[in-house]
């Protein structure tokens, strides 16, 4: 079974809007770590937020939310006041094994196109 | 967080040659992992470098494809060799940051011609 699976593999906003790119995650383990990076075209991944599973409250980092979900396994992210920098490839991660875990799973993203 | 300089960031290779990326660190760190993004796909793990060891590679990939060297705390490479149209991706070098996640090299993005 997948990991990591990101069901949208390209969306469209309207610049100043909201978008919300999907995740879930499959995982047996307790402790665990959700992430989303972000990706333009140069190839450098970018860490946008992250959620651990003991945490009760969704991250955010400025205009990056995470909706974090956790009896559905789910762990989206909510970008608001889209702007024409936010058009990449976005990834959503997972590492299990707590903190120290070194098992890292990557969705297969989803491609973001804002649209002035 | 950590400072990754990855280089180099692009190049065209003939095939049958080897290309080698380095990575520096800003910081000492523990282990260093490489991975490769082929052409519109998502992130796969090459390999894990720990400093004073040999590199643990994942399933599909082997040490006389892509050896690794990890001669310091700072310091990593990872060499293509021998390579092929189909080496031709993105290559990433990443360290972890502890509970909140993994800091990325700029990547390299490798044609093969």
């Known amino acids: 079974a997948q990991k990591i699976t990101q069901t949208q593999p390209g969306m469209f906003v309207q610049e100043k809007e909201a978008v919300t790119l999907d995740c879930t995650y499959d995982?047996?383990?307790?402790?665990?770590?959700l992430f989303w990076y972000k990706q333009p075209s140069s190839g450098e991944m970018i860490f946008l937020i992250y959620?651990?599973?003991?945490?009760?409250q969704n991250a955010t980092e400025g205009r990056y939310s995470l909706n974090f979900q956790k009896a559905r396994k789910s762990a989206n992210l909510v970008i608001s006041a889209s702007q024409l920098g936010d058009s990449a490839m976005y990834f959503c991660a997972m590492r299990e094994g707590g903190w120290t875990g070194n098992q890292f799973y990557f969705g297969t993203g989803t491609s973001l196109t804002v649209i002035p | 967080s950590a400072v990754i300089s990855q280089k180099p960031s692009r190049d065209i290779c003939q095939r049958g040659t080897s290309l080698t990326i380095q990575c520096q660190v800003d910081?000492?760190?523990?282990?260093m992992f490489w991975y490769r993004q082929q052409p519109g796909q998502s992130l796969t793990l090459i390999a894990t470098?720990?400093?004073?060891?040999?590199?643990?590679?994942e399933s599909g990939f082997v040490i006389d494809k892509f050896p690794i060297s990890r001669p310091n705390l700072t310091f990593s490479t990872l060499t293509v060799s021998n390579m092929s149209p189909e080496d031709s991706s993105i290559y990433l070098c990443s360290v972890g940051q502890g509970a909140r996640g993994y800091t990325f090299g700029s990547g390299t993005r490798l044609t093969v011609v």
């Open positions: 910081s000492q760190v523990t282990m």
């Open positions: 470098a720990n400093q004073g060891s040999e590199a643990t590679y």
């Open positions: 959620q651990g599973s003991y945490d009760e």
């Open positions: 995982t047996s383990d307790q402790s665990y770590g």
